[in-house]
């Protein structure tokens, strides 16, 4: 008995350190693939290429899904991976490209300053910025961001990296004040992916025996809703996260700090629990500024940042934006701070999509100037934002037969600009008062442009079949992960749905395969709740007439997904769309989903009229739920089609891994072989 045990001890050893031996063979691979890809980099500054050509990256990656298909590896891990390797090989060669332009490739030293010490965010940052630029990096770790300034100002550093906006708590506005009077030039910026853990000395602390906290302010307001549930604590604001971690790594028991698992594993802290922070993408958006500015060569994309004031009267700032709008420059982002020693008076911060020295930015910074009373650039730099290349769906599963059946072919919505007259009872919604179709955008999905399928189980029953589906979404082209967590039942001993529980494994199999989610709320004390978690919201059939529930889902900012009532006419769903609409809320999504009729062979009737006549009166995208029209599986596919063939916006569809098993609506569930069929057809 002890010698198998003995040898099996002894053989998982072996295997582990074989395991090691790969890994670092992978590592030595990845690292001649870098030298590689800077050697093209040299050749593209030579021929004056474009860094990206997505072309070339979507072909080497459908070869590298199918070649890891024959080894047996998952596409989706190795689509994830080498997104990933793509991603530093961009950002490597812009930074290469970058130097050149701006003579640095001879730099033997980068001093950096940063906020905080050993193990803050800003520190890694920085690392991730210049682990890609010549030079060895010296860090000057500061206490305060004045002082990350005056370094970079005095010349002791020659770079310094702050933290601008964060996607959870917003824009750092202490460093949009610092720009106000610094001279420095924003010369480069970097993203990184911030995860909040809850540090100790004492291993076995628990969250709820907490007594004393050390946590940076905007790390505190990042993790607001955790710190609200933590109780009675004692708060202690620290200047960076570093400093946080060491006063708890000294402090006596009962301490706790919020910083990263790298910072905590520096100053011997145990992990208590991860993940804190509100929002799940959790990402800081840095600047990197240098007294001189930089020049962004013409073949990487940069980003150009302003800072303007203008006259205090009616109109200034509108005249003033009009600018890129009419040189059709994209602003990312308009930030505004009080200006300083002028109460009352803003600063705007303008970034902008587009390099200081193409010509219709000349001519836009040109304008402006002569129409705001202050004008600043604050730099132009590479912009760090790489849209991942995606793997056509198809590609994904070539195993699936071709599809069978006829294509159907959407027809031509010039009809859709036909003007109908102003309705009685409702105008927001009316082609009359909006001519042209409202497009509506979630994530990496788009509602009322092409044809979008929204796919998924009738309920989120659990963890395993939710993920399953959602895996089966991604994989076959559908861009929407639909799951019902409220469920309206006729009968009160139904299931009624998992509720927030279900929310939560329907928001985290979303997240894991990049697809946003669309849950019923099925009472106006849920709309709050819901609409932090599910990117957009369902409104029942049932429900279609709740007044209060519209009224409250139109101050929600997530699109509705609104049904069409079993009993309602098309000018009553217009109607209920108008509750919406009329409480600010412009993003309406309607859904025929079959009406009662005397016809018992379906479960309802499909009114596919009601598509066309839809999208002549409202300019409000139109999709079709066969599932729940039809009722029965046979029949969902035949109606898919025709919901296309009518112009339909897209579908709302559901499937299930065992329909038979399923805890609702089991008899109108595709299996998943059907599905894949349908997806075969549609994409
Ligand atoms: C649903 O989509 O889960 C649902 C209950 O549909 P309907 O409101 O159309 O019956
Ligand atoms: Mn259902």
Not at 637 to 645: D, E, G, H, Q, T
Not at 650 to 665: M, Q, R, Y
Request: net charge negative; glycine share 8%; aromatic share 4%.
């Amino acid at each position: 008995m002890s010698n198998t045990t003995t040898t099996t001890a002894d053989d998982i050893d072996k295997t582990r350190s074989t395991i090691s031996d790969v890994d670092r063979q992978l590592l030595d691979l990845l690292a001649t693939r870098r030298n590689l890809s800077l050697k093209v980099a040299d050749s593209k500054i030579q021929a004056g290429r474009p860094v990206r050509d997505r072309d070339i990256e979507r072909q080497s990656l459908v070869d590298m899904v199918r070649r890891g298909r024959d080894l047996g590896l998952d596409p989706h891990l190795v689509t994830k991976l080498f997104q990933g390797v793509i991603e530093d090989s961009v950002l490597l060669q812009q930074a290469r490209l970058h130097a050149r332009e701006n003579s640095e490739d001879e730099t033997d030293l980068r001093r950096v300053a940063y906020l905080g010490g050993e193990g803050s965010y800003s520190q890694a940052a920085c690392r991730k910025y210049f682990t890609r630029r010549a030079g060895k990096l010296v860090e000057i770790g500061c206490n305060s961001f004045e002082e990350v300034l005056e370094k970079a100002e005095s010349g002791e550093a020659d770079h310094a990296v702050l933290p601008i906006e964060n996607t959870t708590s917003g824009s750092i506005s202490d460093v949009y004040d610092l720009l106000q009077h610094t001279g420095l030039s924003i010369v480069g910026e970097v993203t990184h992916k911030i995860e909040h853990c809850l540090l100790s000395a004492d291993a076995g602390l628990l969250p709820g025996q907490v007594k004393t906290l050390y946590v940076h302010p905007q790390v505190h307001a990042q993790c607001s809703h955790f710190l609200a549930r933590l109780g009675d604590v004692d708060v202690i604001y620290c200047e960076s996260t570093s400093h946080a971690v060491e006063k708890a790594a000294s402090a006596k028991s009962g301490a706790a700090a919020i910083a990263s698992r790298e910072a905590g594993a520096l100053w011997g802290l145990f992990e208590i629990k991860s993940d804190l922070a509100n929002q799940r993408q959790n990402h800081t958006r840095f600047i990197v500024v240098a007294r001189k500015p930089a020049h962004v060569p013409e073949t990487v994309p940069a980003k150009t940042t302003l800072m303007i004031s203008v006259d205090q009267k009616p109109g200034a700032l509108v005249d003033a934006l009009t600018v890129f709008r009419d040189q059709g420059i994209n602003m990312l982002k308009l930030e505004s701070r009080p200006l300083h020693g002028n109460p009352w008076e803003e600063l705007f911060y303008i970034d902008l999509l587009g390099n200081i020295r193409d010509q219709i930015m000349v001519e836009a910074v040109d304008t402006l100037a002569r129409r705001a009373r202050f004008l600043k650039v604050l730099g132009c730099y590479p912009s760090e934002d790489v849209i991942p290349t995606e793997v056509p769906a198809e590609l994904l599963r070539e195993n699936v037969k071709a599809a069978s059946g006829p294509k159907s072919k959407a027809p031509e919505k010039a009809e859709d600009k036909k003007v109908a007259a102003a309705p009685k009872g409702w105008k927001l919604g009316s082609r009359a008062h909006k001519p042209d179709n409202t497009i509506i955008r979630v994530g990496n999905a788009v509602i009322g442009e092409g044809f979008t399928v929204m796919a998924g189980p009738c309920s989120v029953e659990s963890e395993e079949q939710v993920m399953d589906c959602a895996e089966h979404v991604r994989a076959h082209g559908a861009t929407i992960l639909r799951g019902g967590c409220f469920k309206p039942r006729t009968n009160p001993y139904s299931f009624q749905g998992l509720g927030y529980e279900g929310l939560d494994l329907l928001k985290a199999a979303g997240d894991r395969h990049g697809l946003p989610i669309i849950t019923e709320v099925l009472a106006p004390d849920q709309v709050t709740e819901v609409a932090k978690k599910s990117d957009i919201l369902q409104i029942g059939a049932r429900n279609m007439q709740n007044f209060p529930l519209l009224r409250l889902v139109g101050r929600a900012n997530r699109p509705v997904l609104l049904k069409r009532g079993m009993m309602a006419s098309l000018d009553e769903l217009l109607q209920a769309a108008e509750y919406i609409l009329s409480e600010g809320n412009r993003q309406v999504i309607l859904c025929e989903r079959g009406i009662r009729t005397f016809e018992p062979a379906t479960r309802n009737t499909l009114d596919l009229s009601a598509v066309p006549l839809l999208k002549q009166m409202s300019h409000l995208p139109v999709v079709v739920d066969p599932s729940h029209a039809v009722g029965r599986r046979d029949m969902v596919i035949p109606m898919v089609r025709a919901a296309k063939a009518v112009g339909a916006d897209g579908i709302i569809v559901e499937f299930h891994p065992k329909p038979e098993e399923a805890l609702s609506d089991g008899p109108q569930a595709l299996t998943f072989p059907m599905f894949e069929e349908m997806m075969a057809e549609l994409v």
